[in-house]
């Protein structure tokens, strides 16, 4: 099982990014996916989630701004970053989601792609 993310970059608020998140060795299709994020001093946190039934569930500081969608021919998930605020920066990590559990608990994830930083500046 393999995950690489990549598309950070920086931009000034407001701006947009979308990342991606390939993904080898198994189907995204079959399994829950998420993004999460980690700021420098902070805990790894929350940003997105599909669950099996390709349902999505957002952090409340991103709804509305995030989307979270998947290409299964590519076997690759996004996230599109819109209306960037200073608060979005951190290094950005997708990750695959053991069977059960809470869909927005980190623990829960079994497998992380390397992380891919976003900046933003005011």
């Known amino acids: 099982v393999q995950l690489q993310a990549s598309g950070g970059g920086s931009v000034q608020a407001g701006g947009s990014l979308r990342l991606s998140c390939a993904a080898s060795?198994?189907?995204?299709?079959?399994?829950?996916m998420g993004w999460f994020r980690q700021a420098p001093g902070n805990e790894r946190e929350f940003v997105a989630a599909?669950?099996?039934?390709?349902?999505?569930f957002y952090a409340d500081s991103v709804k509305g701004r995030f989307t979270i969608s998947r290409d299964y021919a590519k076997n690759t998930i996004y996230l599109q970053l819109s209306n960037l605020k200073p608060e979005d920066a951190a290094d950005y990590y997708c990750?695959?989601?053991?069977?059960?559990?809470?869909?927005?608990?980190?623990?829960?994830?079994?497998?992380w792609g390397q992380g891919t930083q976003v900046t933003v500046s005011s």
């Open positions: 599909f669950n099996w039934g390709g349902v999505t």
């Open positions: 060795g198994f189907t995204i299709g079959s399994h829950v």
């Open positions: 990750a695959m989601m053991r069977p059960l559990g809470n869909i927005r608990d980190k623990k829960n994830y079994d497998y």
